[in-house]
Every structure is written in C-alpha cells, then in structure tokens.
C-alpha cells in the first residue's frame, strides 16, 4: 500500500467557526467574492459562465459545512454505512437540486438579481451529468439523494467517465451519436482525492506460496499491468441540508505517467503507450442499456471500480477498527445490477490472501456484507464472460470463482439432493454456450438479499432466471419497488403544481411525502381543478417553445399531450405508439367530419449505437412525424414530434407537461420503469400494460383512473408457447393492416419505399413484442382517453389523484425498506 499523506489525525473541525450565512446581503457579496479572487472576473467584465461559476462555488460552500459535520458525526457514531456500488450515476444538474434542497431558491435568486442576472438562466449552463443509460443510472441517482435527505449514511461509488452517454442529434430522420463532453469547462461539485488512491491489477500470474505448518498455501496474485484509481469526491446534498453523503467516482491513471526510462532513452511515443492505455479504463460510458457489452475494456471498467471501492471500503474500516472481522457490521455493499459482481470474488481475494482471513469466515462475512438488485430478466442483458477471458484479466478471481461455485454446488447436492438439470441453472460456469462466467448467479451467492425492483418482477426472477437459486435459498429473494425523487421530479420541475399544493394543504407534503394525499379531498373542488389545469396548461406552452424552439414546429398546448420518453427498444414498443399514430392518421384524413381530439404526439429516446432496429424506429417516428406534420388535411388534429438528445434535464421539462404517459412494454419485460412515476406524479394519466411497477401503481392510484391495456405477462408466455405470431391478427385487423401497408409502402420515407420492409415483416412472421396481438386493445383505449379527454372536469379530477396517489412511489419510501430490510443500518430513518 503506499503511504497516506494524510494519516496524521486531522484536525477537529469547528463547523459555527466557517459556517456560511444565508442571507441575501451575504450571499450577493460572496458571489462576487468568488467571481473575483476564484474567477478573477470583476462583476461588470463577467460573462454567464462566470456568473455561473461563481454562484455554484458559493452554494457549495454552504453544502461543505453540513458535508464536514456529517463526517464527523458519522466517525464519531461508528454506526453501519452503505456502499452502493454502480457503474453507472445519471445525475443531471446538480445546481438547482442543492440550491432547492438547502432552502436558498429565494435567495440566490434575490441576490443575483442585484446584479441584473436570472437564476433560472444561470442554471441552464450547467451541463448535465450523464453517466448513465437510463432507468438504472438514474435510479441511483434517486437513491443517492433520497440517503441523503433520509440520513442513511452512505457512500455512492462509480466511474468518472470523461465522455458521458453521447449526445444525439437527428439528421435526415436517423440517429447520429456525438461525443459528449462534460468536463470541458470543469467540474466545481468534484474534489479531487489524490491521496485516495489505489492500485488496479490486471493479467499476470498466480503463484502459490507455502504458509505456516497447518495452514494451506497462500496465493499471490502478480498482475502484469497495474493501474491507479483516483477517487473524485462529489458531495450529495440532501433535504434540508439535514445530510450530505459522497458520491465518490475513480478515474483511472497510469502508475507512472510517464515512464522515465522510456522517456530519458528518447521514447517519447512509447512511454505515453501505458498512460494512454491505462486513462482508456475510465474515457467513455458504453452506451448500450439491456444489451451486454461483451468486450475486455468494459470488463476491466467493471473491476477496476470494484477493486477500487472495495480497497477504499476496506481502509475506512481499518481507520476505526482493529481487524476485518466485523466489515458487516459496518458496511452493507449495495450491488447495482452485475456490473460490479466481479467484487464478490476481490472481496474474498483481499480478506483471504491481502489480509490473511480463513476462507469460511470470509465467505461468510462477504455474504453478510453484500446485496444484489437486479434490473432485467431479458437473457440478452445477463452479463456473463467468456471464460479465456476472465481468466487472462482476472486469474486470481476466477480461481476464487471455482472455488465458491465448488462449495455452493456440494451444499446443493448434500442439502437439497440437486442433479444435473438444476446444478447446471445454478452453476457460476455456463457450459453451454463456450464456458461462461455467469455474473447474475455470482452477484446471487455472494449475497445475503437480492432483490428485484417490482413486485411483478420479483415474482418472475423468482419463476425465472432465478428458479433454481431460489429453490436452494428459499428466503434470500425480496422485492424493492423502484421510486423517484420527489424534490428533483416534483418540486425542482413543476414549481407550479408545488405552489399550488402548498397553497392548497400547506407545507407538510414538502418533508413527507405521503402528506400529499390531502390533495384528494379538492379532486372535486371546480375552483381547485381549474387551478391544477391552469399549471398543466403553463408547462405544456413551455414544452410546446422548446419544440418550437428546437424542431420548428408548432404545437397546440391545448391539445392532448401523449408523451413516451425512455430508451428505444423493441420491448419498449415505441413502435406501437407509432403505428396507432399512423392509423389515427389514416382515419382523420378518411373521416375528416369526426370530432378528433386534437393530439401532439411526442417521442424522445436514444437507442444504443449498435440496435439496428432501435435506430430503425426513430428512423421511423421522424418519418412520421415530418409526412403528418406537414399534411394540411389533418389540420391540428395530429402533430408527432421526436425531441432529440433525450437526458434528465429534457424529462424536467417534459415531465410535468404531459396528459397521457405511455407505459406500453410488453408484459413481463420492464422490470419497473420510473418515468411511470414521475409522470403521474405530476400529474399525467397512464396508458400502460400491467408490466413493472404499472401494477402497483394501478394499486395506489385505482384502476378507474388508469388506462390498462393489453395482454398480461402469462399470457403473453402462453402466446409464445403456443407460436403466435402477428400474420393473422393483421389481416382480422383493417385498421391495422392499412397502418402497416402505408409504412411498408413507403408512404412516409417515399425516398426508400422498402425501408420499414424487415420492421414490418416482423411483425407478420413473428410479433415476438406482441405488438400486432396488442393493438387492438391499445387503440381502443386511446379512443376511451379521446372520449375522456372530451370532459376535462373528469379528466382533471382523475389527474389530481394521480398527484395525490403517488407518494408511495417516492424514493425515499424505497430507500427506507433498503435500509430496514437489507442494509439494517439501524438509522430510524
Ligand atoms: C437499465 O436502465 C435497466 C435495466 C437494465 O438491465 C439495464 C439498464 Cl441500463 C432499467 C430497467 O429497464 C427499468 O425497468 C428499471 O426501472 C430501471 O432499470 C431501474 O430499476
């Protein structure tokens, strides 16, 4: 280990000596104190991004304060703390939900004002911290905050990508991807931790030494290529400021930057190889959701920020305690999905060879310190490594990973008589398929908990992937429903509806959610329902100017807003959405004296650069869009309209300005989903399958005020068995048929006829996404929204008690049932 720079005890820290003041006068003199002697800008001379700058470093000092006592008081209580590991952090902005969650909206505004500059313009500039897919990356985002506004002690650990998700820009209708730069002006939430830092091994050999008479050899592993981890620090505020955890990211750097050998003997080129080869780890976040990766550099993404986080775990301990004996008493270690499975095996290694542990203490204590949540159930997402690989990378875990697999498959032989069938499902080594490391199965018996992220998809990992293991631990499978941060997806994006609620049934929701259900009482006041549309009505116009803004389109924001906004993947059935929009096109322009409910249909997503069919259907839906847009017979009955670069801070703007919120997977393929959430939270009426937590939501909010459609998960398994596939419900189905033939037909790409050809043979040969089984059931449903829509009292009133029915959903509420349930930091959180 090398040395600690900073071992000597540090100073105790004096938080009423630094505390920053809040107040107006204060704080507009401390802005232009930073502008000044950080930015070395005078206030006349500054341009918005020194503005910006100046006022993040301002707010942050006040977070430092709370960060430093939290600190200290966490030292001082040697209480449980969480680990949650994730390789991906979709966070966003970050200036607004510290500015919020310290109370000082009001008065930063006021301050900045005294130098003429606009809050909400400053906030804009902040470029958006997006390391991370989607649903998953965002979810820990949500759970960082909610540990910090609950006072779950707890650290978030990640990769620092330099080259977040890409940015997406539309040319000619089809996706371009474009790198992503967020750290191009700095980073001001980051601290950078030089002196927590460690090393990364890759490849090399194992040797085995001989140890004490008694014991069994050691192992030792000796990488070939060694790496250095650099932790950078950001500090997460929660609400109130009443707790700031750490979100602490590795970059990775080269041990010797620059190999002064090489470089002394005139290789100039060469001695940069290793540097270059080494900062690769940590450059870019791999872009696909659902899909493995599959290729070395994400492996050692994966082990690198593992190691890292385990070595650092690890010190922390050793601070305050004597041996590693009782890690699981001070530190529950959340695994977010198998991307960081891999610490498993290096849990093990450095307890048994780096620490001398006896292997079944350190199984057992790696057990009791681990969880495992799974995200998915589809196969192609299941991470699992070719064996030649893993074992050339990492050959001292995959030793670890024989010998675990070895024990648990004698434990499921002796105690519950398995045989070959149920011995291969619970295998660490897929056989099959050129030997495999099978990562879900490693994450599962290196855990005492592993859940599933709603209750639908719990009951199906345990039907499912996780059959077997279930049977061999019966009691080890728990349900955590996803949730959604309320201060970010409520307060921060529709401070509209937050007015009104507080104006309505006070402050209290602000601090507990479930206090929000008061509003219920008003779903029948006339005056309070007009109200609550008056906000919806506001957030669409400011929707309908960023469309218009960016795509030159004009939209009605008194029509019905249908917005589906989430990855792009065939499960997701965007392609459904789409063709209900052909075929609602089809029937405006053949039956043009109906009373049509006027519509703007809006799309926004990225699709993983190597999904061809996911690109194919944005291809499509902007097709689509630009043939109706532009046709004057549908008058404004009909717009659809592809928002491009889909990220957190477009779904602020979106989410709050939606009438209809399309939850349309098919049945048993979303684990969850939280996009659901935060729009009906705000308000927006579900069109959904019963998949995810669409179910519960149904629950909470009541069947009458949500749209359920379509087949359920076992019937859609039924179908599959059976061989459905869509030829003969498309030819029983006029309405659909005529849609399919136009986008077959080339009617909306008239430069490439065939383009759709293979998306629409699909759905006749195969359907395997339900898609044509569905759609008479999903057409009639938007026609029963149509006619809903046509009685705004009752559409409104429907509305209100999604917003009241929701607070379930809050990530706090999740985080709590981690923290009693899995984690057991015994916090009364
Ligand atoms: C992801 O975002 C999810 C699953 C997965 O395997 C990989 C990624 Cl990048 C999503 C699920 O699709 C979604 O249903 C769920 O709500 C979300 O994870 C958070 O649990």
């Not at 056989?431 to 099978?438: I, K, M, T």
Request: aromatic share 8%; net charge negative.
């Amino acid at each position: 280990q090398r040395p600690d720079p900073d071992a000597a005890a540090p100073l105790p820290h004096d938080a009423s000596a630094s505390r920053r003041s809040y107040d107006v006068d204060a704080l507009a003199e401390e802005i232009v104190e930073k502008l000044t002697y950080s930015i070395g800008k005078s206030p006349a001379r500054a341009r918005k991004y020194d503005w910006l700058r100046a006022v993040t470093l301002t707010v942050r000092d006040r977070i430092i304060d709370h960060w430093l006592e939290a600190e200290d008081a966490r030292a001082a209580s040697g209480g449980k703390q969480v680990a949650y590991l994730s390789m991906e952090f979709l966070i966003g902005r970050l200036l607004r939900d510290a500015i919020n969650n310290l109370n000082l909206t009001t008065q930063v505004a006021e301050a900045l004002k005294r130098y003429n500059v606009d809050l909400d313009m400053i906030e804009l500039l902040e470029p958006d911290a997006a390391l991370g897919n989607g649903g998953l990356g965002r979810l820990a985002a949500c759970f960082m905050e909610s540990m910090a506004s609950v006072g779950v002690p707890g650290f978030g650990y990640g990769i620092r990508y330099v080259h977040g998700f890409f940015r997406q820009e539309i040319a000619d209708g089809a996706q371009v991807e474009l790198p992503e730069n967020w750290l191009l002006h700095g980073n001001p939430w980051e601290f950078e931790r030089r002196e927590r830092s460690y090393e990364i091994g890759f490849g090399g050999k194992v040797t085995s030494v001989v140890g004490e008479p008694g014991k069994p050899p050691r192992q030792l592993w000796r990488p070939a290529e060694r790496v250095l981890a650099v932790a950078y620090d950001t500090p997460i505020v929660g609400w109130r400021g009443a707790h700031v955890n750490t979100l602490r990211l590795w970059s990775a750097q080269a041990l010797d930057p620059i190999l002064l050998d090489a470089f002394n003997s005139g290789d100039h080129i060469g001695a940069l190889v290793e540097s270059n080869k080494a900062e690769a780890i940590t450059r870019v976040l791999y872009p696909a959701d659902s899909h493995q990766a599959g290729q070395e550099l994400r492996l050692r993404q994966e082990f690198f920020f593992s190691s890292a986080s385990l070595q650092d775990i690890i010190r922390r301990h050793l601070e305050t305690n004597e041996s590693l004996s009782n890690l699981h008493d001070k530190v529950s270690i959340q695994l977010n999905d198998t991307h960081p499975a891999v610490s498993v095996a290096e849990l093990m290694r450095l307890l048994v060879d780096v620490h001398g542990m006896e292997w079944d203490e350190a199984w057992e204590i790696t057990r009791q310190t681990f969880s495992y949540t799974n995200h998915t159930l589809l196969p192609e997402a299941l991470e699992h490594w070719p064996i030649h690989l893993f074992e050339r990378l990492l050959p001292r875990q995959m030793q670890i990973i024989y010998a675990i697999n070895a024990a648990v498959i004698r434990q499921a032989m002796e105690s519950k008589g398995f045989d070959g069938g149920r011995i291969a499902a619970i295998s660490l080594i897929d056989e099959n398929n050129g030997r495999r490391v099978r990562m879900g199965q490693l994450a599962f018996v290196g855990s005492h908990a592993v859940n599933g992220v709603s209750a639908l998809h719990t009951d199906l990992m345990k039907e499912t992937v996780f059959h077997a293991l279930h049977e061999l631990y019966p009691d080890r499978i728990q349900n955590k429903t996803n949730g959604v941060t309320p201060r970010r997806w409520l307060m921060e994006a529709n401070p509209g509806l937050t007015s009104l609620l507080k104006e309505t049934i006070g402050e209290g929701f602000l601090d507990d959610i479930s206090k929000i259900r008061d509003v219920e009482r008003f779903a029948t006041d006339a005056g309070f329902r007009d109200r609550f549309a008056a906000v919806k009505r506001e957030n669409k116009a400011r929707l309908a100017d960023v469309i218009s803004e960016r795509l030159a389109i004009s939209v009605d924001p008194d029509a019905l807003f249908d917005i589906q906004v989430k990855r792009i993947h065939e499960y997701k059935r965007q392609f459904l959405n789409i063709i209900e929009a052909v075929a609602l096109y089809d029937q405006i322009r053949s039956q043009p004296a109906t009373n049509w409910t006027p519509r703007v249909k809006v799309f926004a997503g990225k699709a993983a650069p190597s999904y061809l069919q996911a690109k194919e259907i944005i291809h499509l839906a902007n097709d689509v869009a630009r043939v109706i847009n532009s046709d004057p017979a549908v008058r404004d009955l009909l717009k659809v309209v592809f928002i491009p670069n889909y990220n957190v801070s477009l779904a602020e703007i979106i989410m709050p300005a939606a009438d209809i919120s399309e939850q349309i997977s098919t049945a048993g393929l979303e684990a969850s989903g939280t996009g659901n959430m935060k729009f009906a939270l705000n308000g927006a009426l579900t069109i959904g399958t019963l998949d995810g937590a669409n179910v519960e939501m149904r629950d909470h909010i009541g069947e009458e005020n949500i749209f359920i459609f379509g087949l359920t998960a076992s019937e859609v398994a039924q179908r599959r068995r059976e061989g459905h596939s869509g030829r003969s419900v498309i030819e029983g189905l006029p309405l659909l048929r005529d849609a399919l033939h136009a986008i077959s037909s080339g009617v909306f790409s008239p430069d490439e006829p065939n383009r759709y050809n293979g998306l629409v043979g699909n759905l006749y040969n195969n359907d395997w996404w339900m898609i044509a089984a569905d759609f008479q059931s999903y057409w009639d449903t938007q026609r029963r929204a149509d006619a809903l829509w046509a009685d705004p009292a009752e559409w409104n009133r429907k509305a209100i008690l999604n917003t009241a029915r929701m607070s379930w959903f809050s990530s706090d509420r999740s985080i709590r049932e981690y923290a009693a349930d899995i984690w057991r930091t015994g916090t009364d959180a």
